[in-house]
């Protein structure tokens, strides 16, 4: 086998911050190599007008002047700022690939309407975001087609099918996405880089100190795979998680039962006994109750 790289257009560094003239200079979030995604973002409240440019540790951009003010642009290297007058909270999301930048509302949730829920909003599975780039959650979806929106109705951005995989479009007339198998799943929504994945979810089960972190105590769905039951018995301070599939790729916990997050800290067992545990993924954030 022979590997000869293939040498990109312009270097990308690592990290980025947009630096605000005359104020604070904030970190622009990322995942993964910067080559395989070069897409940073971050959330911007703009109260008032700003002067922004993009600024690496080698290399420092701005917006071509003529572009100056508008929501979509593109960057050229080199010293300066721009002007940013539209008030609101923003998403900026960098290229640095493609050397542009857009901003988008900042969104709180995305909405799964679909044909498991008869395309209706309000009974559609909501995901959350901690970066208002990535959006995860688990969300009930069928093999007849599901959208992404960033609202609870058709009037805002509609993430449809790109027509490559894993890709997304916002363009209103873009087909629908789809499952192989209608069910339960993991979500995983990029809305900068406009990319999705979703994982089945097969089981959920307790994981914890009580049984030496070995093997997930299965709990029962119910109620459209959103509440999920079981039976567990703790020692005194025993500590816990759920986890999907018997794996660690995808497991909740969190500082309380109240606002299970992926990846969470462990949950900690009220006093020693045997509980009947309820995990509820019908509300945001999720929730577990032990009785």
Request: charged residues 15%; proline residues 4%; negative net charge.
């Amino acid at each position: 086998v022979s590997v000869t790289p293939f040498p990109a257009a312009h270097e990308i560094e690592e990290a980025y911050s947009i630096a605000i003239k005359g104020g604070e200079t904030i970190a622009l979030n990322h995942s993964g190599d910067q080559y395989d995604n070069p897409v940073f973002s971050v959330k911007l409240d703009v109260d008032a007008e700003i002067e922004w440019a993009i600024k690496g540790a080698k290399f420092a951009y701005t917006p071509v002047a003529s572009e100056t003010d508008e929501l979509v642009g593109a960057l050229v290297e080199g010293e300066g700022y721009a002007k940013m007058s539209t008030l609101g909270p923003w998403v900026l999301s960098v290229n640095m690939e493609t050397l542009t930048y857009s901003f988008a509302p900042a969104f709180e949730n995305l909405w799964t309407p679909g044909d498991a829920n008869s395309w209706n909003h309000g009974g559609s599975q909501m995901l959350s975001t901690t970066d208002y780039a990535n959006y995860y959650g688990f969300a009930n979806l069928s093999t007849g087609g599901f959208k992404f929106t960033s609202a609870a109705d058709w009037a805002h951005i509609n993430y449809g099918d790109a027509g490559e995989e894993g890709k997304l479009s916002t363009d209103g007339g873009a087909g629908n996405l789809t499952v192989a198998e209608s069910g339960l799943y993991w979500c995983d929504v990029n809305i900068a880089a406009l990319t999705w994945k979703v994982t089945k979810i097969e089981t959920i089960g307790v994981i914890g100190s009580f049984n030496g972190w070995y093997e997930s105590v299965a709990l029962e769905p119910a109620h459209e795979n959103l509440i999920w039951t079981g039976t567990v018995t703790f020692n005194a301070g025993d500590e816990f998680k759920f986890r999907c599939n018997n794996d660690w790729a995808i497991n909740l916990g969190g500082a309380d039962e109240y606002n299970l997050v992926p990846d969470g800290a462990n949950l900690k067992a009220p006093a020693a006994g045997t509980y009947t545990i309820t995990l509820d993924l019908s509300v945001v954030p999720y929730a577990c109750y032990l009785e």
